[in-house]
């Protein structure tokens, strides 16, 4: 606690001179390592935007990222914090492209996405569950669009089929399907994925097997469809 003020003292009373900015960062610091982030964010984010040519704003902007990196939550939890960490982190990136902490921000940016890959992952599951397929579809199609990258894209992918397969979208999970083997040839769910390739030949020769029936069959009855599973 005196260090911390100490520090804002020589802020405040030495504006502007060689110490100035070394103070600022290290006021930032002593809330970073009592693990007040939203404090310490708030002090490198000063030093940033008040002393734009410090050797400390580098180092300032990557720990800001890290502030709300420390502070992201669960995956099952709101993950406010870890997109702003993210954001932060790709910042840090665009301004020091060279600085010796670009390969540990990257680093944190795949993890954090994986985390938000896993819970849209999970919110897909949670709907299947419920038989919402069709926010299921929603949720997988998310992963597979901004978190293409991650770990959880994969089955992600091969639970749209499966979602698709619930809503009797045969012909549209027959060609995600095709596009699942083109992405992922060596998959480790092969054998599941397999398996929904006969699943879905069976319905589609079955839908074809109906049609035809329909067809020969008196033209004067009117054929009712069944309302889509949801």
């Known amino acids: 606690l005196d260090a911390r003020e100490d520090f804002r003292v020589i802020t405040l009373q030495f504006q502007g001179s060689a110490l100035a900015d070394d103070a600022q960062f290290y006021f930032a610091e002593c809330y970073f390592r009592r693990e007040e982030f939203t404090l310490a964010a708030y002090e490198y984010d000063l030093l940033v935007r008040a002393m734009p040519t410090s050797e400390y704003v580098a180092r300032a902007r990557y720990q800001r990222a890290m502030c709300y990196y420390e502070a ?7 993950q406010q914090e870890t997109r702003r960490a993210v954001d932060e982190f790709q910042t840090f990136i665009e301004y020091h492209p060279t600085d010796s ?43 597979l669009e901004k978190y293409h990258d991650t770990p959880y894209a994969e089955q992600a992918h091969l639970k749209k089929v499966e979602a698709l397969v619930l809503r009797n979208r045969h012909g549209e999970a027959k060609a995600e399907l095709q596009r699942f083997f ?9 054998s599941d994925a397999e398996e929904l390739r006969k699943e ?3 319905k589609l020769s079955q839908g074809s097997s109906s049609a035809d029936t329909r067809n020969r069959g ?7 469809q069944g309302q889509e599973p949801r």
Do not use: C, W
């Open 182 to 190: 083109s992405r992922y040839p060596n998959s480790r769910f092969k």
């Open 72 to 78: 992201s939550r669960p995956y099952y939890l709101d």
């Open 200 to 202: 879905i030949e069976s």
């Open 218 to 224: 008196t033209s004067g009855v009117q054929h009712i």
């Open 101 to 143: 902490l670009v390969l540990d921000a990257e680093a944190k940016i795949a993890e954090l996405n994986a985390k938000l890959a896993r819970k849209e992952y999970e919110n897909g599951i949670t709907y299947m569950h419920m038989e919402y397929y069709r926010a299921a579809v929603n949720s997988f199609d998310e992963v």
